[in-house]
Structures are given as structure tokens and as C-alpha cells.
């Protein structure tokens, strides 16, 4: 898609009183490459917008009347000195509406009153442009129609890596504690100690034997070792 065809996709309301102005504005936004619907009151702008102007409040609006109707508006032009209502007033209206509140606006004006455009700009205007219009004017508007036109990107969320939890060292058997272990054959081997003791007890009781049994040899006494000569 070419820079052209994407310009001609956006659809600029363009606001004035003066049939002369609105002519030339008009005409620089289509040389631009955008599409334009103008119209001659602020009141008009907001039917085309979907709302209505305080004053026509108390009568109900006429869905067969060919000068109501809805729009989709990319960005809203205005002049700010019109009958009526101001391009002060309809910028309020629009910034004050929960579904317009986004469309940018831009204000024009042929006095440059310091006052007046720092409370434009204050209250939600995105340039103030001095008339006559030029075609430098023009360009400054594609960044805020692509800045609305873009959509937000999602940044990705990182997600926090689980700790790892550490499992608790576990403790050694102590050395004097016997330890089965199983063979295949069913069966049981005691381990170092276990089998160290047992020798141990097996020593001491072939020990006590031995003393036992000397203890009931019979000895012999001298008299009996004496040889008759």
C-alpha cells in the first residue's frame, strides 16, 4: 500500500463559515489526499458527529431528515470565529463526549490572540494553525492522524524464572549403626562394624573356654612327682 492510499483512507471534517475559506481548505486537504466532508456551523459538524447542538435539546432529533447523519471522522478542522458556535465550543463538545473524545482537532484562525490559542491548545487542541492555511500546514496534520490510527502494542511480559528450591544435605548413617544389606539370594550381609563385633564376642568366648578348661586340669603335687629310688 502506497503513502497515497493510505492518506485517502482518513476522512477530515473541515468547519468554517466562510464559503471562501472552506473552499480553499477543502482543496488543500484533498490535494493532500484526504477524504473531506465540510460543512458551515459548529451545530452541523455535531449532527454529522452523532450529537447535538444544547440548543436543539428540547426538540426531538428527526431520523428522516437528509441533514442528519453519522460519520466516521478521522480528525475535525475548524475555524474558531463562527456564529453561533465557536471553534472553542465544538472543541469542547468533542473532548467532553466519551466517544469523540479521541478525534483530534485543530483549530484556524486569521488573529493571532496569544490567549486564545494557548486556551485552545490547553484544552485539547492538537495545532492552531493561522490563516491563510499553507500546504506546510497540511503535512503537520499526518502525524496525528497516524498517531490515532496506530494501535497501542502489547509489550511482552517477562515471566520471573520459579526459584529453584534447594533440598536439605542429608545426613550421613552413622558408622555404628548395623546396616542389612539383601543379596539376590535372600540373604543378609551385616556391614564392617556388625561383623567386627561379632568376631569380637566369638575371641572373648573362645577365650573363656581356654581358661575354663585349664582351670580343671589336675595338678600334680610334689610328692607325687618324686621318683622311688
Sequence with gaps: MTVVDAESRFH???VDDSLIDRKLIEMQLRNSS???T????GSKALELLGLRDEADDASPPSSSSPDHQEIDVNLIITDYCMP???GYDLLKRVKGSSSL???PVVIMSSENVPARINRCLEDGAEEFFLKPVKLADMKKLKSHLLKRKSPTKCQPQIQPEP???LEPPQPAPEPEEAVAKSTADGT?????NGSSNKRK???MEQQEGLTSSESTKPRLSNSSLAVET
Excluded: F
Design 101 to 103: 473524545k479521541d478525534i
Design 12 to 14: 477530515v471534517l473541515a
Design 34 to 36: 484526504y477524504q473531506v
Design 84 to 86: 453561533g458556535m465557536t
Design 163 to 165: 526459584e529453584q528450591k
Design 188 to 192: 543378609t550381609i551385616s556391614d564392617y
Design 38 to 41: 465540510t460543512v458551515d456551523s
Design 201 to 203: 564376642a566369638a575371641a
